[in-house]
């Protein structure tokens, strides 16, 4: 195989392996009654704390429209997930706030997809799953910066 071929075939499993993560988290965030793009936005208030996030900083991470991202959000606060608050430093910065209905969602998902993760890496040693860590985390990298 060829530089050229070894990339396309590279490139190729990425989108694969991608595809099918998406479907992965779509199945396990179904068992707790949300999709994938919900659960990844509960995890993101998870980690941004009490001050919780734009619609704007949520939608980068997700590469979705700010319509698509309003969208989502609505539901998500429609649904008891999610709420919006205002920003103490700009009252015209609208912030979306996990509720507890939120971190129950994340509470339960944990374990499902502790057991998965489990699972799926269990065929890699403790090395193989450094390096890959490494490798994706430089192409990562280098695909944020063009």
């Known amino acids: 195989m060829n530089d050229k071929q070894l990339h396309e075939n590279i490139v190729l ?15 396990l965030a179904r068992e707790v009654g949300i999709s994938f793009q919900q659960w990844f936005i509960l995890l993101q208030l998870w980690e941004k704390g009490e001050l919780g996030a734009t619609p704007t900083e949520l939608g980068s991470s997700l590469f979705v ?3 698509n991202m309003t969208g ?18 700009d009252r015209r ?3 979306i706030l996990l509720t507890s209905k939120g971190r129950k969602a994340l509470q339960q ?36 910066s063009h």
């Not at 989502?72 to 430093?89: F, K, L, Q, T």
């Not at 390096?131 to 990562?140: M, S």
């Open 13 to 27: 499993h990425i989108f694969k392996t991608a595809n099918l993560l998406l479907k992965v988290g779509n199945r």
């Open 65 to 67: 429209t700010k319509q």
């Open 72 to 89: 989502m959000i609505d539901r998500m606060e429609r649904d008891g997930y999610v709420a919006r608050g205002s920003d103490p430093n």
């Open 93 to 95: 910065v609208s912030r």
């Open 109 to 144: 998902i944990e374990p499902l997809k502790d057991q998965w993760n489990k699972e799926a890496f269990a065929l890699l040693t403790r090395e193989e799953k450094e390096a890959l860590f490494k490798l994706l985390d430089r192409y990562l990298a280098f695909l944020s």
